[in-house]
Every structure is written in C-alpha cells, then in structure tokens.
C-alpha cells in the first residue's frame, strides 16, 4: 500500500520536483502545502503517513507548523527542509519531533532515504 505523503513548501517548484521524486517512487502525495498554516489545515484533512515540511515559509514557518501539527497528532511524522546554512533550525525542528532532515538543493537518494528510514 503507498504511502501518503503531504509536501509543505512555498515554492511550487519544489513542491513540483519532489512530488515528481515520490511518485515515479511509488509513493502517493496526498496533498501540498504553500505556507505553514496550510500545512496544519491539510495535515488534519488528509491525515498523511509523512508530511515533507520546509522551515523557511510565510505566514507560519515550518517549525511553528511541526510544533502544531505535533500537539494534534503527537504520532506525526515530519522530515524538514532546509536550505544549506540553517543548523540552528535544524536542531530545533529535531528537538521539535522531526523525525529527519533533507537539505536543499534536493538529490533524489537523499530524499527517497530519508522517506523509506522514516516510513518504509
């Protein structure tokens, strides 16, 4: 059975290629996401196995956005994004309960590793 999987990113570029990576991958994205706030929205609508969540994004960034989507669903599974230079976030984000980190620009190994250790 596929994994659903819900992109959280402001860049629909983005949300574009890894969408593109899950897919020819097996995996089903069951929803995208352009700021944090949306992301907290789309998780209690579609309840996703996974949710790929940018830190650095309008409105809500992508911590506060784990952090709520956490105290909902204390079982959620969060990989974050981040672009080379934000370790301080980083480490948040895993203090925060996020189960991985992937760093942009995305290489296609290193996103379907991270999916597969945290959903299989």
Same mark, same amino acid.
């Given at each position: 059975?596929? $994994?659903?999987? @819900?992109?959280?990113? !402001?860049?629909?570029?983005?949300? *574009?290629?890894?969408?593109?990576? =899950?897919? %020819?991958?097996?995996?089903?994205?069951?929803?995208?996401?352009?700021?944090?706030?949306?992301?907290?929205?789309?998780?209690?609508?579609? $309840?996703?196995? @996974?949710?790929?969540? !940018?830190?650095?994004?309008?409105? *809500?960034?992508?911590?506060?956005? =784990?952090? %709520?989507?956490?105290?909902?669903?204390?079982?959620?599974?969060?990989?974050?994004?981040?672009?080379?230079?934000?370790?301080?976030?980083?480490?948040?984000?895993?203090?925060?309960?996020?189960?991985?980190?992937?760093?942009?620009?995305?290489?296609?190994?290193?996103?379907?590793?991270?999916?597969?250790?945290?959903?299989?």
């Amino acid at each position: 059975m596929a $994994k659903n999987i @819900l992109i959280c990113d !402001d860049a629909a570029f983005m949300r *574009m290629m890894i969408k593109d990576i =899950l897919t %020819k991958n097996g995996y089903n994205v069951a929803g995208e996401a352009e700021n944090g706030a949306k992301a907290v929205e789309k998780y209690a609508e579609v $309840k996703p196995d @996974l949710v790929l969540m !940018d830190i650095t994004m309008p409105e *809500m960034d992508g911590i506060q956005a =784990l952090k %709520k989507i956490k105290s909902d669903d204390p079982s959620a599974m969060v990989i974050m994004c981040s672009a080379m230079g934000q370790q301080a976030m980083v480490i948040e984000a895993i203090q925060a309960g996020a189960k991985d980190f992937i760093v942009k620009p995305f290489q296609a190994e290193r996103v379907l590793e991270a999916v597969k250790k945290v959903v299989g």
